[in-house]
C-alpha cells in the first residue's frame, strides 16, 4: 500500500473521500476553508488525504490540494493511513458503494455515508460490520440533504415513543410538482427543467419512481422507530402519474399534490405509504415547495415537531456530512462510542397504508351515469366526501372524487373497472 503521509499527528485525523463528484468536491472545500477554525477550536487537525475517483484527469472546482487522488478504492477503504471515510458516490452502482463501506469498516475505518440506497437496502450488514470493527457509521446526508434530522433523532424524543413520520423526502419530484402546480408545466417539462438544475440523480427513475423516497422513509424509520424496515416489502407508487387536470381539481378540493413518504406505528406494526398524495393546503407540508424537503415527526409526549431545508444539492449535502464528520471525530474524543445502537433493533415487514382516496373518472355523460357509480361507493360502504363534476364534452364528462377508507379498495376499484360505462383515470392517496 502506498504511503499516504508522514508519520501522523497525535491531533489529526486522515480523511478519505471515495467520490469527487459535486458533493465530494463541495465537502473536499469545506474541509479546506474549515481546517484552521476547526484546529484552532477544537485541536483537530483536518487532514484530507486522499480521493478516489473515476478520472484523475477530469478538472475538478476543488480549492485544497489532496495529496493522493487515485482510481483505485483500496487506497481509501484499505489503506491504514487512513482514519476516516467519507462516502460521497451518489445514487447508482450502490452494490459497488456497498463494498467500498463494507471494506473500509472491516479495515476499520469510521465511516460518513451518502448513498441512502445502500444504507437502505443493507443497515444490518452495515451496522453489524461497524460494531464487530468498533468503528462509527453516520448518515446524515442521505435523508433530508441540508436538516440535521439523524442529529435530532440522536438527541432528541428521548422519553417519546416515535408514532409517526411523514415527509417530502423527494426534492426532484417535489421541484417537479410545484412547477407544474405555479407555472402549469406538464410532468415531462418539469422533469427537463429539475435535470437541468442538478437536482436529478443520474438516473431519474429513483428520484420520480418513488424509490428514493421509499428508501429515505425506511432510513427515518430506523431513525425514529427503531426499527429496520425492509425496503424490498414495500412499494412505492411513481410520482409520474399526476397530470395538470389532478394538480387543478386538487387545488379545487382544498388540496395540493405532493410526493408524499409516510411511516405509521400503528398497534406494534409500521404502515408506510410512499406516492403522490393530495395534502390539505391547511397542512406545513402542503406549503413545501422546490427543491425543498420538509419532515414531519410526532411523538406520544412532544406532539407534532417539523424540519425544514433544501432536499438536495452539493452544498447542503456536503454541510450534513461535514457536521457528521466532526461530530464523529469529537465523540470519539470523548470515547462516547458504545457501538450502533441500533443493532439492537428488530427487522420488520412494512405493511401499506390504507387512506382516503381522489378518484378522476370519466364516464358516458347520460342520465343515471352519476347514480351509477355512486351506488357502487355507497354499498361497498365508502363515504363520498367532495364531488366535482366537469363536462369536458358533450358525450363524456370527467368526476372527481374524495372518498373515506374503503376497507377493500381492490375490490370496489375492480367493480368500478367492470362498469363499461366508466373509465377509471386516476387514483391517488388522501391526507387531511
Ligand atoms: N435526488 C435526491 C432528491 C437528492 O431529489 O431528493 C439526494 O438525496
Same mark, same amino acid.
Given at each position: 500500500?502506498?504511503?499516504? +503521509?508522514?508519520?501522523?499527528?497525535?491531533?489529526?485525523?486522515?480523511?478519505?473521500?471515495?467520490?469527487?463528484?459535486t458533493?465530494?468536491?463541495?465537502?473536499?472545500?469545506?474541509?479546506g476553508?474549515? =481546517?484552521?477554525?476547526?484546529?484552532?477550536?477544537?485541536?483537530?487537525?483536518l487532514?484530507?488525504? =486522499?480521493?478516489?475517483?473515476?478520472?484523475?484527469?477530469?478538472?475538478?472546482?476543488?480549492?485544497?490540494?489532496?495529496?493522493?487522488?487515485?482510481? !483505485?478504492?483500496?487506497?481509501? @477503504?484499505?489503506?491504514?493511513?487512513?482514519?476516516?471515510?467519507?462516502?460521497?458516490?451518489?445514487?447508482?452502482?450502490?452494490?459497488?458503494?456497498?463494498?467500498?463501506?463494507?471494506d473500509?469498516?472491516?479495515?476499520? &475505518?469510521?465511516?460518513?455515508?451518502?448513498? /441512502?440506497?445502500?444504507?437502505?437496502?443493507?443497515?444490518?450488514?452495515?451496522i453489524?460490520? *461497524? !460494531?464487530?470493527?468498533?468503528?462509527?457509521?453516520?448518515y446524515?446526508?442521505?435523508?433530508?440533504? %441540508?436538516?440535521?434530522?439523524?442529529?435530532?433523532?440522536? $438527541?432528541?424524543?428521548?422519553g417519546?415513543?416515535?408514532?409517526?413520520?411523514? *415527509?417530502?423526502?423527494?426534492?426532484?419530484?417535489?421541484?417537479?410538482?410545484?412547477? #407544474?402546480?405555479?407555472?402549469? #408545466?406538464?410532468?415531462?417539462?418539469?422533469?427537463?427543467? $429539475?435535470?437541468?438544475?442538478?437536482?436529478?440523480?443520474n438516473?431519474?427513475?429513483?428520484?420520480?419512481?418513488?424509490?428514493?423516497?421509499?428508501?429515505?422513509?425506511?432510513?427515518?424509520?430506523?431513525? %425514529? #422507530?427503531?426499527?429496520?424496515?425492509?425496503?424490498?416489502?414495500?412499494?412505492?407508487?411513481?410520482?409520474?402519474?399526476?397530470?395538470?387536470?389532478?394538480?387543478?381539481?386538487?387545488?379545487?378540493?382544498?388540496?395540493?399534490?405532493?410526493?408524499?413518504a409516510? $411511516?405509521?406505528?400503528?398497534?406494534?406494526?409500521?404502515?408506510?405509504?410512499?406516492?403522490?398524495?393530495?395534502?390539505?393546503?391547511r397542512?406545513?407540508?402542503?406549503?413545501?415547495?422546490? !427543491?425543498?424537503n420538509?419532515?414531519?415527526?410526532? %411523538?406520544?409526549?412532544?406532539?407534532?415537531?417539523?424540519?425544514?431545508?433544501?432536499?438536495?444539492?452539493?452544498k447542503? @449535502?456536503?454541510?450534513? #456530512?461535514?457536521?457528521?464528520l466532526?461530530?464523529? +471525530?469529537?465523540?470519539?474524543?470523548?470515547?462516547?462510542?458504545?457501538?450502533?445502537?441500533?443493532?439492537?433493533?428488530?427487522?420488520?415487514?412494512?405493511?401499506?397504508?390504507?387512506? /382516503?382516496?381522489?378518484?378522476?373518472?370519466?364516464?358516458?355523460?347520460?342520465?343515471?351515469?352519476? =347514480?351509477?357509480?355512486?351506488?357502487?361507493?355507497?354499498?361497498?360502504?365508502?363515504?363520498?366526501?367532495?364531488?366535482?363534476?366537469?363536462?369536458?364534452?358533450?358525450?363524456?364528462?370527467?368526476?372527481?372524487?374524495?372518498?373515506?377508507?374503503?376497507?377493500?379498495?381492490?375490490?370496489?376499484?375492480?367493480?368500478?373497472? &367492470?362498469?363499461?360505462?366508466?373509465?377509471?383515470? !386516476?387514483?391517488?392517496?388522501?391526507?387531511?
Open positions: 500500500m502506498k504511503k499516504i +503521509i508522514r508519520k501522523k499527528k497525535s491531533n489529526e485525523v486522515r480523511i478519505g473521500l471515495l467520490g469527487l463528484g458533493v465530494g468536491s463541495e465537502l473536499a472545500n469545506l474541509i476553508i474549515n =481546517a484552521t477554525r476547526i484546529d484552532k477550536e477544537y485541536g483537530i487537525r487532514n484530507l488525504s =486522499a480521493a478516489f475517483v473515476r478520472d484523475v484527469s477530469r478538472k475538478r472546482n476543488v480549492n485544497i490540494h489532496i495529496p493522493i487522488l487515485t482510481t !483505485n478504492p483500496d487506497q481509501i @477503504t484499505k489503506n491504514p493511513d487512513i482514519d476516516v471515510v467519507c462516502e460521497c458516490i451518489g445514487g447508482n452502482g450502490f452494490e459497488e458503494t456497498r463494498q467500498f463501506i463494507l473500509s469498516l472491516h479495515h476499520k &475505518k469510521d465511516i460518513i455515508l451518502s448513498s /441512502k440506497k445502500a444504507l437502505a437496502l443493507y443497515a444490518p450488514e452495515f453489524e460490520a *461497524g !460494531n464487530s470493527n468498533q468503528v462509527q457509521i453516520r446524515d446526508a442521505t435523508v433530508g440533504g %441540508g436538516i440535521p434530522i439523524s442529529k435530532v433523532f440522536e $438527541a432528541s424524543f428521548r417519546d415513543t416515535v408514532t409517526s413520520i411523514s *415527509g417530502i423526502l423527494n426534492a426532484t419530484s417535489n421541484y417537479i410538482y410545484s412547477k #407544474m402546480e405555479n407555472d402549469q #408545466m406538464d410532468f415531462s417539462q418539469a422533469l427537463k427543467q $429539475a435535470q437541468q438544475k442538478g437536482y436529478a440523480e438516473n431519474p427513475s429513483d428520484d420520480v419512481d418513488g424509490f428514493d423516497a421509499l428508501y429515505k422513509i425506511c432510513i427515518l424509520t430506523m431513525l %425514529g #422507530m427503531k426499527r429496520i424496515p425492509s425496503p424490498q416489502s414495500a412499494i412505492a407508487q411513481t410520482f409520474r402519474n399526476v397530470e395538470l387536470c389532478d394538480m387543478q381539481y386538487a387545488s379545487e378540493l382544498g388540496y395540493s399534490i405532493k410526493p408524499l409516510l $411511516a405509521d406505528r400503528v398497534n406494534g406494526h409500521v404502515e408506510y405509504h410512499v406516492g403522490p398524495t393530495l395534502i390539505s393546503n397542512h406545513i407540508l402542503a406549503n413545501t415547495f422546490e !427543491n425543498y420538509s419532515i414531519m415527526v410526532k %411523538g406520544n409526549i412532544c406532539g407534532q415537531l417539523g424540519f425544514y431545508g433544501q432536499g438536495a444539492g452539493d447542503p @449535502t456536503a454541510s450534513a #456530512m461535514f457536521d457528521d466532526l461530530n464523529l +471525530i469529537l465523540s470519539k474524543q470523548h470515547n462516547l462510542f458504545q457501538g450502533q445502537e441500533i443493532s439492537s433493533y428488530s427487522q420488520i415487514q412494512l405493511k401499506e397504508k390504507n387512506s /382516503k382516496k381522489y378518484w378522476r373518472l370519466s364516464l358516458l355523460n347520460e342520465p343515471g351515469a352519476l =347514480a351509477n357509480v355512486t351506488s357502487v361507493f355507497a354499498h361497498n360502504d365508502v363515504n363520498i366526501e367532495k364531488i366535482l363534476q366537469k363536462n369536458k364534452h358533450k358525450e363524456y364528462m370527467e368526476l372527481v372524487l374524495i372518498t373515506g377508507i374503503a376497507k377493500k379498495h381492490k375490490e370496489l376499484f375492480s367493480e368500478l373497472s &367492470k362498469n363499461p360505462s366508466l373509465k377509471i383515470e !386516476n387514483v391517488l392517496h388522501v391526507t387531511e
